[in-house]
């Protein structure tokens, strides 16, 4: 079996699949949280030193590519997990690291997915640049 075949495999602990399964919808969010922040930062800055960026767009395009990278995080800790189904969750490593991993996949993958559309929606939603 080859290195990057190896590195691939699930039952490497630092498998990209496994960690994308687990990290993939928080980073998502972060990454949107992140950008739209700075998005509207750059909008409502100071009163008189507007930039031209337009929150809706960026909203738009940055929550579709993090719901995608969201569900598919959420889709691929689904797949590990009925691929470890014959397994007992007690099972030995590195199958039961794997279940267990591909569990906390599934559990916060919703959460992440619901976080990121609120955060869209309500960007789209409330009245831009209201200062205090």
């Known amino acids: 079996m080859s290195r990057l075949a190896t590195v691939l495999s699930p039952t490497s602990p630092v498998s990209p699949v496994l960690w994308y399964a687990v990290l993939g919808a928080p980073i998502a969010w972060a990454l949107e949280f992140w950008i739209g922040y700075w998005a509207a930062e750059a909008r409502c800055g100071r009163p008189g030193s507007h930039v ?30 009925r691929r470890t189904s014959d397994t007992e969750v007690k099972g030995p490593p590195p199958r039961g690291r794997i279940r267990f991993l591909a569990a906390v996949g599934m559990t916060v993958g919703p959460l992440f997915i619901t976080l990121i559309a609120m955060t869209s929606v309500g960007v789209l939603v409330l009245l831009p640049c209201n200062q205090s």
Do not use: C, E, H, R
């Open 52 to 81: 031209a960026v337009d929150t809706t767009a960026w909203t738009i395009v940055v929550g579709i590519l993090a719901l995608a990278f969201a569900i598919g995080a959420l889709a691929t800790a689904v797949v590990l997990w």
